[in-house]
C-alpha cells in the first residue's frame, strides 16, 4: 500500500492563495493518477483536479483558471496551487493516489483544511 501526507492548508482571506502538498510513501509512476478532491460541510467528495504524467490535466469546472495540479515524480509528490480563493472553496481537501496496474491502488491521505474567509 502507499500512505500520503497532505500539507499546507490553512485560513486565508478571499483573494489568497494557498499551496497544498501530498507526499507519497513510495515511488509514483508516470502512469498513476494523483488528484485532489475536496468535502465540504454537508456535502459529497468531489473531485478538484487530478493528472497522469503527459496528459492533460482534469479540473472541475469550480476550479479552473484558479487552481493548478502538478507533479514531481522523483519526490513522489504531488502539489494543488489554489489562487484567487473563494469562501466556497473552503473544504477539507484530500489527496488522492490511483494505480490501475496489477496490483492496483487506491489510496487516501488524511486531509488537510483549507479555509477561505470573507
Known amino acids: 500500500q502507499v500512505q500520503l501526507v497532505e500539507s499546507g492548508g490553512g485560513l486565508v482571506q478571499a483573494g489568497g492563495s494557498l499551496n497544498l502538498s501530498c507526499a507519497a510513501s513510495r515511488s509514483i509512476f508516470s502512469r498513476d493518477v494523483m488528484g485532489w478532491y475536496r468535502q465540504a460541510p454537508g456535502k459529497q467528495r468531489e473531485l478538484v483536479a487530478s493528472?497522469?504524467?503527459?496528459?492533460?490535466?482534469y479540473y472541475a469546472d469550480s476550479v479552473k483558471g484558479r487552481f493548478t495540479i502538478s507533479r514531481d515524480n522523483a519526490k513522489s509528490t504531488v502539489y494543488l496551487q489554489m489562487n484567487s480563493l473563494k469562501p466556497e472553496d473552503t473544504a477539507v481537501y484530500y489527496c488522492n493516489f490511483r494505480r490501475e496496474s496489477f496490483p492496483s491502488i487506491n489510496a487516501w491521505g488524511q486531509g488537510t483544511q483549507v479555509t477561505v474567509s470573507s
Open positions: 493528472m497522469v504524467t503527459g496528459g492533460r490535466p
